[in-house]
């Protein structure tokens, strides 16, 4: 653990809900007034790259080996099973194993994978030209009163929004009234998913469905424990950009435009996580803008490593935390919209305390907005009592700074 020195660490400060709301401030007592929890400039001076080192570096590397070899277990796993499950159904592809990074397997916590299983028979996507109603239940019959519109991370399905589509996306098994339905897509899935865990038989792995969990999630026993792993059918649109991700926005200055070219051209994913609506994805497009945070030198990437680290052993532990890997990107990327200059980025104790206090700000409000649909909120369904407690150690870090690992 390292603790900061006395004359390093914040004093206590006025908070101004505890002031009458009649009062009038003097000059002295103004200058008292701060936020509370506010971090000083000594206290930000006191995280170095050394304590950084000593801390946090060996952890992070550590975890880059752990969760190294138990995705390149899982991924064995995960071809098999979709292996199966596409000699059953033509509309499920397989996923292979990758020897470097697999575009399929996101890791949101060390004990909590997300696996995209990719769609076939869909290509040539277009927007929807018009908007109509639906009236439809889950099971096909008539509704009286028509259902409610997608939300900002959402939208409707059609087979013909695809200029080539298999036969099979007309069945009944997927689609109502012209609709691929998520939820009938997943209900196909999910006894394709039991019926190759039976099938597969696979040596070494014990591999189980769960089902205290909406979705389809399954169990893995690798060498360092059980993962847990959420498979979910990902139409996969790499040649447009969503309507819906009106980004970047005007005067920003970060990324550069030839970046925000390159980023685009990897397209969009839906996701099937959801009853009526498909879930808009841009993991490869995030991705991307991760790999090339730090090519002016700066120390993004350890920032955000080193935000993780605490986040997975101190501020957010667990098997399904609250707070994944994903939404500390999603705080790693609006931070660097504001914070756009290579200087803002060379001293790690600034940049480092400056995301925990962005971290702070997203889970304190339960609100954080997708980089590139920022009419969302990520946080609106999550768990208050969680979040609340997440807020309260990310409170206390940032009162008195210091770095403590188990």
């Known amino acids: ?44 001076k006191s995280l170095t ?29 995960v ?42 028979g869909l290509a040539g996507y277009r927007e929807a030209r018009q908007q109509r109603w639906r ?35 007309h069945e009944a098994d997927v689609n109502i009234e012209g609709d691929i ?3 009938r897509v997943l209900q196909v899935f999910r006894k394709l998913v039991e019926n190759a865990i039976e099938t597969c038989h696979l040596p070494g792995n014990k591999v189980s469905m769960l089902t205290d969990q909406p979705g389809v999630w399954v169990a893995v026993e690798t060498f360092a424990g059980s993962v847990e792993l959420e498979l979910i059918p ?3 649109i790499p040649t447009s950009w969503s309507k819906k991700a009106r980004w970047p926005p005007c005067l920003r200055r970060w990324p550069s435009a030839e970046r925000v070219q390159c980023i685009k051209s990897f397209g969009f994913s839906l996701l099937a996580c959801s009853n009526y609506h ?41 098997k399904r935390p609250v707070i994944t890997s994903h939404h500390l990107q999603m705080v790693l990327f609006w931070t660097c919209e504001k914070y756009p200059h290579p200087k803002d980025w060379r001293i790690f104790s600034k940049a480092f305390l400056r995301l925990v206090r962005k971290l702070h700000k ?12 920022r009419k969302s909120n990520l946080l609106r369904y999550a768990n208050s009592g969680e979040l609340d407690a997440m807020a309260q150690k990310l409170a206390f870090f940032l009162k008195n700074p210091e770095i403590t690992l188990p």
């Open 278 to 318: 498909w879930q808009l994805s841009f993991l490869r497009a995030e991705q991307v803008l991760l790999e090339q945070l730090d090519e002016d030198g700066g120390c993004r990437r350890k920032c955000f490593q080193a935000l993780r680290q605490m986040k997975e052993d101190v501020w957010c532990p667990g």
């Open 362 to 373: 997203c889970v304190s409000q339960h609100f954080l907005k997708h980089y590139f649909v």
């Open 135 to 169: 009236y439809y239940t889950l099971q096909g019959s008539r509704l009286p009163c028509p259902l409610r519109d997608p939300e900002g991370l959402q939208q409707w399905l059609e087979v013909e929004q695809f200029l080539k589509n298999l036969w099979q996306w």
């Open 1 to 44: 653990m390292y603790t900061f020195p006395e004359k390093f660490r914040p004093q206590r400060r006025t908070s101004l809900a505890t002031l009458p709301t009649s009062a009038v401030c003097t000059k002295r007592q103004a200058k008292n007034i701060a936020v509370l929890l506010r971090i000083d400039q000594e206290a930000m």
């Open 181 to 183: 339905v998520p939820a």
């Open 79 to 120: 071809h098999h099973l979709t292996t199966e499950i596409s000699h059953q159904d033509i509309r499920f592809q397989a996923i292979p194993c990758s020897d470097t990074y697999n575009e399929n397997i996101k890791v949101l916590a060390p004990t909590h994978f997300l696996v995209t299983v990719p769609l076939r």
């Open 49 to 77: 790259e050394g304590n950084l080192d000593d801390c946090l570096l060996n952890k992070v590397d550590l975890r880059h080996q752990w969760i190294s070899q138990m995705v390149e277990e899982v991924q064995k796993v």
């Open 234 to 236: 990902s139409v996969e």
